[in-house]
């Protein structure tokens, strides 16, 4: 299969080359030129499958024409490892029901966060950076990763590194803005001692990074000029990796949803909606392409805190790129955005593949102006409107999502979880007759120390960190952590001016990867 930009069809890309181009080359995202359909009966022979045979199923028709079956099995081996679960429960999906209550559950969660740094970053990243591994292997090529993190992209692109085989093939240069992720996630970053990783922290908004970053990757060509073999790319979510693999935790957590309910309903034709804790929406993107491949996924719900621009978009079709306001700072800091980079695949599915009408919108929001409007296309806004769904979760309707969730099922969710939470019960999922619903936990408490106390008391937090932190968190915490490099800003400048200052350093960090 070949990979093709949302804004034009006619370029067709290889698996590596989509990989390592990170952006279409007009400014687009790649996409694969079609999506394999599954039916009922391969969702039943699915079922039987562990994560790792399952993942080789459903990535297998998007690589094979890159590498053999076997070749995906091997990386997909190397890439589960290191997680607190096994391969047969690689995600627990967990029946949220109240103690006395037999009736069959409705509502799930999803634990993505079992991974190496307890996020479900750990998926998409690991594979796409095996991948990546993988074909700079064939090349005989050097790979270096330019990240920009909000807290949770950062330390799995910096574990996946370290983990993959290859000693100095790959390099990684992580950005996070200074201040504005946890102190638990700053370690997993500022402990890293491989010579291989670099960390820089900005004076800026969690997204600032993302321009400097695109222009870094568009004109990659212009840098490492005395090494042809030397690539830069991204591996934040516009990379088409990442979406890849995160379509199949959604088929496993329908498969898991629709095994436990036939218990009950055994002639159940389930429909699963999901809500998701939503940022930069490459999640809520791997969950469209596995609902247009034909899984049974109904109402896609995106959870967002009160920097809501997917809310906005989703119930408004208003678009804007406002670069000029800055990042409110939330309890929720990973999922903070001024504008999603997967927004554009999700409306190049909704419409149907559309390169022309997708480009269009782009070229508005890209303009002067700024902004696009969905709404004025009554065809493509309805069906928005029809197949997603979205709350705007306030950092107190967070805390109280979070107590209410230990309080009434013993169940520790952390902060962006709580906002999935707190959304879903806006959205009316937090009563016996809603539809089934799977809402995506998408990291592990003991990230957030601040945000679970702030909810829930000094007490709990010290309960929680007796009885449930882990024990890989415990041993980082106690960890020295590394002085990182700084990039200041300036406020006599205005906030491209400091972008470009920003891009120019990161390119010199670049050079000094060998």
């Given at each position: 299969?070949?990979?093709?930009?949302?804004?034009?069809?006619?370029?067709?890309?290889?698996?590596?080359?989509?990989?390592?181009?990170?952006?279409?080359?007009?400014?687009?995202?790649?996409?694969?030129?079609?999506?394999?359909?599954?039916?009922?009966?391969?969702?039943?022979?699915?079922?039987?499958?562990?994560?790792?045979?399952?993942?080789?199923?459903?990535?297998?028709?998007?690589?094979?024409?890159?590498?053999?079956?076997?070749?995906?099995?091997?990386?997909?081996?190397?890439?589960?490892?290191?997680?607190?679960?096994?391969?047969?429960?690689?995600?627990?999906?967990?029946?949220?029901?109240?103690?006395?209550?037999?009736?069959?559950?409705?509502?799930?969660?999803?634990?993505?966060?079992?991974?190496?740094?307890?996020?479900?970053?750990?998926?998409?990243?690991?594979?796409?950076?095996?991948?990546?591994?993988?074909?700079?292997?064939?090349?005989?090529a050097?790979?270096t990763?330019?990240?920009?993190?909000?807290?949770?992209?950062?330390?799995?692109?910096?574990?996946?590194?370290?983990?993959?085989?290859?000693?100095?093939?790959?390099?990684?240069?992580?950005?996070?803005?200074?201040?504005?992720?946890?102190?638990?996630?700053?370690?997993?970053?500022?402990?890293?001692?491989?010579?291989?990783?670099?960390?820089?922290?900005?004076?800026?908004?969690?997204?600032?990074?993302?321009?400097?970053?695109?222009?870094?990757?568009?004109t990659?060509?212009?840098?490492?000029?005395?090494?042809?073999?030397?690539?830069?790319?991204?591996?934040?979510?516009?990379?088409?990796?990442?979406?890849?693999?995160?379509?199949?935790?959604?088929?496993?957590?329908?498969?898991?949803?629709?095994?436990?309910?036939?218990?009950?309903?055994?002639s159940?034709?389930?429909?699963?909606?999901?809500?998701?804790?939503?940022?930069?929406?490459?999640?809520?993107?791997?969950?469209?392409?596995?609902?247009?491949?034909?899984?049974?996924?109904?109402?896609l719900?995106?959870?967002v805190?009160?920097?809501?621009?997917?809310?906005?978009?989703?119930?408004?079709?208003?678009?804007?790129?406002?670069?000029?306001?800055?990042?409110?700072?939330?309890?929720?800091?990973?999922?903070n955005?001024?504008?999603?980079?997967?927004?554009?695949?999700?409306?190049?599915?909704?419409?149907e593949?559309?390169?022309?009408?997708?480009?269009?919108?782009?070229?508005?929001?890209?303009?002067?102006?700024?902004?696009?409007d969905?709404?004025?296309?009554?065809?493509?806004?309805?069906?928005?409107?029809?197949?997603?769904?979205?709350?705007?979760?306030?950092?107190?309707?967070?805390?109280?999502?979070?107590?209410?969730?230990?309080?009434?099922?013993?169940?520790?969710?952390?902060?962006?979880?709580?906002?999935?939470?707190?959304?879903?019960?806006?959205?009316?999922?937090?009563?016996?007759?809603?539809?089934?619903?799977?809402?995506?936990?998408?990291?592990?408490?003991?990230?957030?120390?601040?945000?679970?106390?702030?909810?829930?008391?000094?007490?709990?937090w010290?309960?929680?960190?007796?009885?449930?932190?882990?024990?890989r968190?415990?041993?980082l915490?106690?960890?020295?952590?590394?002085?990182?490099?700084?990039?200041?800003?300036?406020?006599?400048?205005?906030?491209?001016?400091?972008?470009?200052?920003?891009?120019?350093k990161?390119?010199?960090?670049?050079?000094?990867?060998?």
């Open positions: 299969m070949k990979f093709v930009s949302t804004r034009d069809a006619s370029q067709l890309f290889s698996l590596g080359e989509a990989l390592f181009s990170g952006y279409a080359p007009d400014g687009g995202l790649l996409v694969p030129q079609w999506l394999p359909q599954v039916d009922e009966a391969t969702l039943q022979k699915w079922s039987q499958l562990d994560y790792l045979d399952l993942s080789v199923e459903v990535l297998y028709p998007f690589v094979q024409d890159d590498m053999s079956r076997n070749e995906l099995h091997e990386l997909l081996e190397m890439a589960l490892k290191g997680f607190d679960t096994d391969l047969k429960n690689l995600v627990p999906v967990v029946p949220m029901s109240l103690e006395g209550n037999n009736e069959a559950p409705n509502i799930f969660i999803a634990e993505l966060f079992h991974g190496p740094t307890f996020c479900f970053k750990d998926f998409g990243l690991r594979v796409t950076i095996q991948w990546l591994n993988f074909f700079a292997t064939r090349r005989n050097s790979v990763l330019i990240v920009s993190t909000t807290g949770d992209t950062g330390p799995a692109a910096v574990q996946a590194v370290q983990d993959c085989n290859s000693s100095s093939r790959l390099g990684v240069l992580v950005h996070f803005p200074k201040g504005q992720i946890s102190d638990f996630q700053r370690k997993q970053l500022t402990t890293a001692t491989s010579t291989r990783v670099k960390i820089v922290a900005f004076q800026g908004g969690g997204d600032d990074m993302d321009v400097p970053i695109k222009n870094i990757i568009m990659s060509k212009s840098i490492h000029t005395n090494d042809k073999n030397r690539v830069v790319c991204g591996v934040n979510s516009y990379n088409i990796g990442r979406p890849l693999m995160q379509m199949v935790h959604f088929v496993w957590t329908y498969l898991r949803v629709a095994e436990r309910r036939k218990r009950d309903h055994p159940e034709n389930l429909q699963l909606d999901i809500v998701v804790p939503t940022g930069a929406m490459g999640n809520l993107a791997g969950c469209y392409m596995a609902k247009k491949m034909g899984v049974p996924l109904g109402i719900c995106a959870g805190n009160i920097n809501d621009i997917t809310d906005v978009v989703f119930r408004t079709g208003k678009l804007e790129r406002n670069i000029d306001q800055q990042l409110k700072k939330t309890l929720s800091d990973a999922i955005i001024q504008l999603p980079y997967n927004m554009e695949r999700l409306l190049f599915y909704l419409t593949q559309d390169h022309d009408q997708i480009r269009d919108w782009y070229s508005q929001l890209e303009g002067p102006g700024r902004f696009c969905i709404s004025t296309s009554n065809r493509w806004w309805s069906k928005l409107k029809s197949e997603f769904q979205s709350a705007r979760v306030t950092d107190e309707e967070l805390c109280e999502a979070m107590r209410s969730t230990l309080h009434q099922y013993g169940y520790w969710a952390d902060p962006h979880t709580c906002v999935a939470l707190a959304a879903a019960k806006k959205l009316g999922y937090w009563n016996e007759k809603s539809n089934p619903v799977a809402i995506m936990a998408t990291a592990a408490p003991c990230k957030f120390q601040e945000a679970m106390t702030k909810a829930l008391g000094v007490e709990k010290q309960e929680y960190e007796r009885l449930h932190f882990p024990t968190g415990k041993i915490n106690e960890m020295k952590e590394i002085p990182t490099t700084v990039y200041a800003s300036d406020a006599t400048k205005t906030l491209a001016e400091n972008q470009r200052d920003w891009e120019a990161a390119r010199e960090l670049i050079e000094q990867f060998s």
